[in-house]
């Protein structure tokens, strides 16, 4: 299932006219390459949850046969957050099943993380990678009022949740009836009723379109990940 329906407000003025999902990458589209990305890795129903410019977005994607899929298009009256929109389409959630956001670009190997998804004792597994933020100043290290030591511009790393998650039908049951409901509020109510969550490391390509320089970036960096995927040759320029 792909999360489609943002409003993609930090990506404006580009959202005013064309939803995020169908942002150019390349020769395609962001949506485009989740769906061809997903069908490589075996996986033949795409489930996409919309809200925002939704029939725009149907009249794009249309039934996936051109993708060699089947795609159904869910559409939201109000936003449902990154979890209520499965409360619309639980009937059709009666295995394990992969929920990505509609806003990132990946080489993660997406079966294999269904695959553990599906085997490990947790209805919810959380794809997980390490977001690196340069710091500008010197960090002091010191015991008292004596300086031990000094570590120059030092980077802070951070994992976080990457926007992917394999889940098991049994975890609907939390989900609420048409109610605006994010994984962050699922994880909460799972780990307050001590529900197991496992994790997920990413090591492969990953990154977010929220906003317009990490837009940039995926347009810059994106192709080149593929062709080394693929082991050919990229065109592709990247900036020092």
Same mark, same amino acid.
């Given at each position: 299932?792909?999360?489609?329906?943002?409003?993609?407000? *930090? !990506?404006?003025?580009?959202?005013?006219?064309?939803?995020?999902?169908?942002?150019?990458?390349?020769?395609?589209?962001?949506?485009?390459?989740?769906?061809?990305?997903?069908?490589?890795?075996?996986? @033949?129903?795409?489930?996409?949850?919309?809200? $925002?410019?939704?029939?725009? !977005?149907? @009249?794009?994607?249309?039934?996936?046969?051109?993708?060699?899929?089947?795609?159904?298009? @869910?559409?939201?009256?109000?936003?449902?957050?990154?979890?209520?929109?499965?409360?619309?389409?639980?009937?059709?959630?009666?295995?394990?099943?992969?929920?990505?956001?509609?806003?990132?670009?990946?080489?993660?190997?997406?079966?294999?993380?269904?695959?553990?998804?599906?085997?490990?004792?947790?209805?919810?597994?959380?794809?997980?990678?390490?977001?690196?933020?340069? #710091?500008?100043?010197?960090?002091?290290?010191?015991? %008292?009022?004596?300086?031990? %030591?000094?570590?120059?511009?030092?980077? #802070?790393?951070?994992?976080?949740?990457?926007?992917? $998650?394999?889940?098991?039908?049994?975890?609907? @049951?939390?989900?609420?009836?048409?109610?605006? #409901?994010?994984?962050?509020?699922?994880? *909460?109510?799972?780990?307050?009723?001590?529900? *197991?969550?496992?994790?997920?490391?990413?090591?492969? $390509?990953?990154?977010?379109?929220?906003?317009?320089?990490? $837009?940039?970036?995926?347009?810059?960096?994106?192709?080149?990940?593929?062709?080394?995927?693929?082991?050919?040759?990229?065109?592709?320029?990247?900036?020092?």
């Amino acid at each position: 299932m792909i999360l489609a329906g943002g409003l993609g407000t *930090r !990506l404006q003025p580009l959202t005013n006219i064309i939803p995020k999902p169908l942002l150019p990458i390349g020769q395609s589209t962001v949506l485009e390459v989740q769906i061809l990305t997903l069908k490589r890795h075996g996986f @033949s129903e795409v489930i996409i949850a919309t809200n $925002y410019m939704s029939e725009y !977005l149907e @009249s794009v994607v249309g039934d996936g046969s051109r993708f060699g899929v089947n795609v159904i298009v @869910s559409r939201e009256q109000e936003r449902l957050g990154t979890c209520g929109p499965l409360s619309l389409v639980k009937d059709r959630l009666t295995d394990p099943f992969v929920v990505m956001n509609g806003d990132i670009l990946t080489t993660l190997d997406l079966r294999a993380f269904g695959d553990f998804a599906a085997a490990i004792d947790a209805d919810l597994t959380v794809g997980t990678t390490e977001f690196v933020t340069p #710091f500008q100043f010197g960090r002091v290290i010191s015991t %008292g009022s004596y300086l031990t %030591g000094v570590e120059e511009k030092p980077d #802070f790393r951070t994992e976080i949740l990457a926007g992917v $998650y394999g889940m098991k039908p049994a975890i609907l @049951s939390l989900i609420p009836e048409g109610r605006y #409901f994010g994984i962050d509020d699922l994880i *909460r109510l799972m780990l307050s009723r001590e529900r *197991r969550i496992a994790k997920y490391q990413i090591h492969d $390509y990953w990154v977010d379109i929220g906003q317009l320089s990490d $837009y940039e970036l995926a347009k810059e960096t994106f192709q080149i990940e593929e062709a080394r995927r693929r082991g050919a040759p990229s065109s592709a320029k990247t900036t020092s």
